[in-house]
């Protein structure tokens, strides 16, 4: 039984060894790309944590999910990329790989892919909070219960990817996968609808009032707390559409697979594509906290100038 559902995960993901020979050279060249792309994603989130820890301007509530998901994409550049390459270079080689390292090499990789993911979800309902409760953000967002959170996102992750270990429930196991992916994705939809309906209220308020009627509108005056809660929601928004332009391939694809809509060959060929685009992410999430977050652009800024001085000295 144990070898039956091995020869199924390898069939479902890879295909025999006569589909592989099929598009042998797109697979070279992705094993070739993303094992270049694997020391993007650790050296840039590795940079990334250093400088979110130096960031004494981000609340800790975001600094904490942020430094979760960035340990997520570390775990991705470090070990799920690299075991992922590993499965198909052992597949292009013909060699076997025994059933249980097999199962546990797919279950690291789900775990951090998995816990990106909620991460993900979790930072777009912070900032969603942080912009429809404004005041009461800080009393009811505690660091405390931040971690608790995170804690959660990484035990769920693991149950999830233990699922790999469910034999006779493989095909469940899928369809529990594909909902807990569809239920994410909305939830980010939704979640980022509902800020920028918040912030458009806001600008219209701003812009069409002077700025006393708009400091009454706002208790205690604190116009320039909701502003920086408006430019982290912003900063954040990018992480997940980004997130969301680089995973959609991969849902789909999933979802095609599971409905019988696309044929198996061309499945194996898409799955190339669309696995590049979702590691990727994990490369371009640092890109997007310098790019969009100030506070972490001025620390890695002021890092990379003290380096520099101290090469001169």
Known sequence: MADNVCDLLNKSSFGTSTDVEDFRSALVAYCV?????????????IVTIHAIRKTALLPKPLRTLLLSLAASDVGVGLLAQPLHIFILVSWLNRKRIDCI???????????????????????????????????????????????????????????????????????SSQVI?????TVCLFVVVIVYWRIYIVLKRHIIQ???????????GVQNGDLSNFLKLRKSALGTFHVCIVFLICYLPCYVLSF??????????????ARL??????????????VIYCWKMRPIRRTLVDIMRGIINRFRE
């Open 33 to 45: 790309f993303n094992s270049c792309l694997c020391y993007t994603t650790f050296i840039l989130n």
């Open 177 to 181: 996968g594909l909902v807990i992916q």
């Open 256 to 269: 095609l697979l599971l409905t019988h809509l696309l044929s198996l060959i061309s499945f194996y060929e």
């Open 273 to 286: 594509y669309v696995m590049t685009m979702f590691f990727l992410n994990s490369s371009l999430d640092p």
């Open 206 to 216: 701003i812009e069409g009032l002077q700025i006393q009627e708009v400091q009454q």
């Open 101 to 171: 390292s097999y199962k546990r090499l797919m279950a690291i990789m789900k775990f951090f892919c998995v816990s990106s993911l909620f991460n993900v979800v979790t930072i777009s309902v912070d900032r969603f909070l942080a912009v429809h409760l404004h005041l009461r953000y800080q009393e009811l967002v505690t660091h405390k219960r931040v971690i608790a959170a995170v804690i959660s996102i990484w035990l769920l992750s693991a149950i999830i990817s233990s699922s790999v270990f469910w034999g006779p429930l493989l095909f």
